[in-house]
C-alpha cells in the first residue's frame, strides 16, 4: 500500500534517504499526494533537490509556488511547502512525471520520466483537472516541443480530464513567470466546483 492509498505519509522515510542528488537510493522522492475525484492536481516534472531533502512539494525558498496559489485565488490563505499534505482537504493533489529523480528539469534523466505510470494514476484517480507546473513537464505528456504548448488552458480531450499548463513557478524561471494561467486556472476549478 502506498502513501497515496493509505491516507499516511511517508515523508520521513523519504526525506531520511536522501542524500546528494544520488538517484539509486530513494525510489520515491516525494509521496504522491492522489485520492479519486480530486478538484486539482498539479504535475511536476520532478521533484528539486531541496524538495526531496525536506519532502515537500515546491520547497525551495525562491519558488512561487505557495504564494501562486494563494496570489490567484485558488487557495484561502497562503500555505507552507510543509503543509502540502493539508490540500487534499481542498481537494488538491500533488504528483510528478518522474518520481525518482530529483534537480532542475535539465538534470533529470530521461529513463526516470515515467508518463504512462502517470497516465494510469489519472485514469486510476480521475481527478476533475491537472496542472502541468511547467512546460518541460507538459511537452513531457503531450510527446511534443514545449515551444507549441501555450501557457493556459488546453484543448478538450474526451479521455482525460481539464488540462492546464502554467508557467513554472521556480525562481530559475523567472524570465517566463506570470500569474495570469494561474488565475485562469482559479477561474476555473471555483467554477466547476460550483456545478
Do not use: C
Not at 37 to 52: E, K, Q, Y
Not at 88 to 107: C, N, P, R, V, Y
Not at 114 to 127: L, M, N, Q, S
Amino acid at each position: 500500500m502506498t502513501a497515496a492509498t493509505s491516507g499516511t505519509s511517508a515523508v520521513p522515510h523519504i526525506a531520511s534517504l536522501v542524500r546528494d542528488n544520488d538517484l539509486t537510493i530513494a525510489p520515491h522522492r516525494l509521496p504522491d499526494q492522489l485520492f479519486p475525484n480530486l478538484r486539482l492536481v498539479f504535475v511536476g516534472t520532478a521533484a528539486s533537490t531541496r524538495s526531496a531533502e525536506l519532502g515537500h512539494y515546491y520547497a525551495h525558498p525562491g519558488n512561487r509556488f505557495w504564494r501562486a496559489l494563494h496570489e490567484a485565488g485558488i487557495t484561502p490563505r497562503r500555505y507552507q511547502p510543509g503543509e502540502f499534505a493539508a490540500l487534499i482537504e481542498l481537494g488538491i493533489g500533488f504528483t510528478d512525471l518522474s518520481k525518482s529523480g530529483a534537480g532542475m528539469d535539465h538534470q533529470i534523466a530521461a529513463e526516470t520520466i515515467d508518463v504512462p505510470g502517470f497516465r494510469a494514476k489519472i485514469e486510476t484517480y480521475r481527478p476533475r483537472t491537472i496542472a502541468f507546473t511547467s512546460k518541460k513537464a507538459a511537452s513531457l505528456f503531450y510527446g511534443r516541443p514545449s515551444s507549441g504548448i501555450a501557457l493556459r488552458r488546453q484543448p478538450r480531450d474526451e479521455d482525460l480530464p481539464e488540462i492546464f499548463v502554467l508557467p513554472s513557478p521556480s525562481g530559475a524561471a523567472s524570465g517566463h513567470w506570470t500569474l495570469e494561467p494561474w488565475r485562469e486556472l482559479a477561474m476555473w476549478i471555483n467554477g466547476a466546483s460550483m456545478n
